[in-house]
């Protein structure tokens, strides 16, 4: 029984697409099924096919979503962080790690300096006690090197943490292809199981948030993010060239995906995306 199930599993996930539409195909199975005396006993088998197959995708998704976080944090905190911190530090004068940096600690510091003197030209603060201001833009200059230190040693240690992440997820995939392919063939179940306006929506919402009109600021911001998390610098031409490239290769990629898989399979779904898209 369960090895019909596995091999039932496995049948489902290297299923490839045929010229005759799915839903066809589904409507002739089902009034062949119906005719058949057995029907009852594969429905159940079906039943349970499908029951492992739910259980299985949903337990693998969850090893392959929190085993890298949970290694990351691992790694980070009882590894990483004693060991760079100690490397870090015996080099006192290690505070930047590129020149975005350095701009960004310049203009915390200069923006600073502007609202202190703002604040003693209006009488806020005594303008007698020049020393006392200096004091003040030396300690808040310590405080923004201490801060960028803190940044650049942290954005090392993204970098070796997510590398091993990456090592745990990549392992995790190589060593349970078989769990691999049941989660392949579940996704393609659930997505090609909507309705043709609940895939026209999604197509829609999908392409207008990655690579809509006004998605550009927020790929800048995610970028941003991005480069930040590892300590490279923010270039700006970078940034600008990801933004008129990358949305536009995903753009083609997706109405490929939409001519070649999506409009032989279900036809119907991409008649409804064009209507909703006018």
Known sequence: MKYWNLKKINQLAFEKTGIIPRSMSKLFNRFKQELNPNAEVEAIEE??????????????????????????????????????????????????????????????????????????????????SIEAARKTI???????????????????????????SIIIFMFILIFNKRQFSILKSFINELIYGLSDTAKAFLIILFTDIFVGFHSPHGWEIVIEAILRHFGL?????????????????LDTIFKYWIFRYLNRISPSAVATYHNMNE
């Open 233 to 249: 610098p923010e270039s700006r031409d970078f940034i600008f060239i990801f933004i008129s490239t990358f949305p536009v290769i």
């Open 47 to 128: 039943f349970k096919v499908a029951k492992y197959q739910t259980l299985t995708s949903i337990r693998y998704i969850i090893i392959l979503s929190i085993m890298p976080i949970l290694m990351n944090q691992i790694s980070k905190t009882f590894l990483l962080n004693p060991i760079i911190d100690h490397f870090w530090n015996k080099n006192s004068s290690n505070i930047f790690i590129n020149h975005s940096q350095e701009e960004r600690a310049f203009a915390d510091l200069q923006r600073f300096e502007e609202k202190l003197h703002f604040e003693i030209l209006i009488g806020k603060i005594d303008s007698s």
């Open 138 to 164: 030396s300690a808040k200059a310590l405080e923004i090197a201490l801060e960028y230190s803190k940044e650049s040693a942290n954005a090392i240690k993204n970098i070796l943490a997510d590398f091993i």
